[in-house]
């Protein structure tokens, strides 16, 4: 009798047919080949529904047999099948094919072209990217260009480190190594901090989640400037705050506009970033620093001070944190864009009296931290080989740079300042195009572009785009962004004809 869910497929044939398909290429194969061999089978035999849902599968003695493999290569082989979901073992009876998964959406598949350009649309586009996608809007460097193999020799170390470091929790702040280590890189941009000033986080975006649910209540108001890093406009709506923008200039927020918003508004908090400014490359002026900070002091406004891009730059820019020796100015960073963006590690650096309540947070909303990772970016951060790194991709990047802006500026784009470093060049886009349709457009051919809006709350900087120098070194992205801009120039122009578009409809 056929078991439950099998098609009418007798035993023997069904070893005989296993045996078959792959026998003598798996005698070939080593031992851990052969378990992946032995795997693939099974998965063969049911993707073409010869087990179907339900059915039992051979006994482990019966398959090993039938295999001329060993009993452990088959248990091994069935463990892992089970550990990816695939069969499930039944206590005392055996192995058995899992219920499929539900149909994948078709609909899930590929770009969303009709997204709307709101502060998701750039992470939703890149971080759901496939291999074959280009990516000039993405905020991160391309893999190639990390230290890949620095971070492979210390996953190697990694690997042999001690039981409780591979296992256990991370302590309330996090390795007190690493904190020592961030102090003195701190040094170098003047700022003051010691160790126990320092909390670890698992990201920049989870140190700035922190000391919003430490500093904020809901209805509150936060200064952003215009334009800013999208994520920082989800993250504080998740916040249910209120947002208010402040034009952003070459050398900071527009300082008339950000005394009138302190009037005005009564802000809580303002986030930014003082040294290479997400989108704009730009950096905060000694000018614009002094000044900002003697208007936080009275209106009794908290500055968060996102320093993720420090190591990219070739001359260092005032921070706000130095100047202020953490009266006010929280200093946040991480290692995302210079180490790696998958292993998660970033940190705060806060006023004494506040690490207590923000521990606290930190165990209410994380409990312990990543202690691994915090491990892995402090033996990359002291090899040795770390700075020259850096300096290599400065380099890179720079070069990177003025290739990119040339390439740009043939295509009628206009650099709105020439970054000093860093990978972002925010660009004005030739007279009359909309960058949320280019965007759709580039996106239908595969390549990932930043319009302005994405990082506009005003949703003024529909004339703008972020590029990304790093990702922009491909000649098919400059061919898709040529024939988007045709597109929608000739859009434009059959708008604008009489009776068809708008202008001159009647
Ligand atoms: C200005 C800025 N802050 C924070 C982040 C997020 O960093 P993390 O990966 O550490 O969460 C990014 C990522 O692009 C960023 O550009």
Known sequence: ?????????????????????GLLEMLARKEGTLVSSLMATVRQR?????????????????????????????????????????????PGSGFYVSSPLAPLSLTEIGPKLDREVDPFWVSRQSLAAGPDMLKPGCGWLPASWMRETGLRRALRALARADDATLTDYGSPLGSPALRQLLTRRMEEHGIEASPDQIILTESGTQAIDLLCRFLLEPGDTVLVDDPCYFNFHALLRAHRVNVVCIPFTPVGPDIDLFGKALVEHSPRLYVTNSAIHNPTGAVLSPVVAHRLLKLAEPAGLTIIEDDIFADFEQTPAPRLAAFDGFERVVHIGSFSKTLSASVRCGFIAAPRSWIEDLTNLKIATAFGGGRLSAELVLALLRDGSYRKHMEELRLRLSRAMNETTARLQALGFEPWIKPQAGMFLWCRLPEGLDASELARRALAQNVILAPGNAFSLSRSANGFMRFNVAQCLDDRIFDVLQAAMRECSSALWLDRLPGIGGFGTP
Not at 2 to 21: D, E, N, R
Not at 61 to 78: G, H, L, N, P, W
């Open 46 to 90: 049911i993707a073409a529904r010869s087990l179907t849902p339900g059915a039992r599968l051979p006994s482990i003695r019966a398959f090993a047999k039938a295999m001329q493999v060993s009993t452990s290569t088959v248990v091994e082989a069935y463990e892992r099948l089970a550990a990816e979901g695939i069969i499930r073992p039944r």
């Open 1 to 21: 009798m056929a078991f439950p869910g099998t098609i009418p497929y007798s035993f023997p044939k069904l070893l005989w047919s296993i045996g078959q398909y």
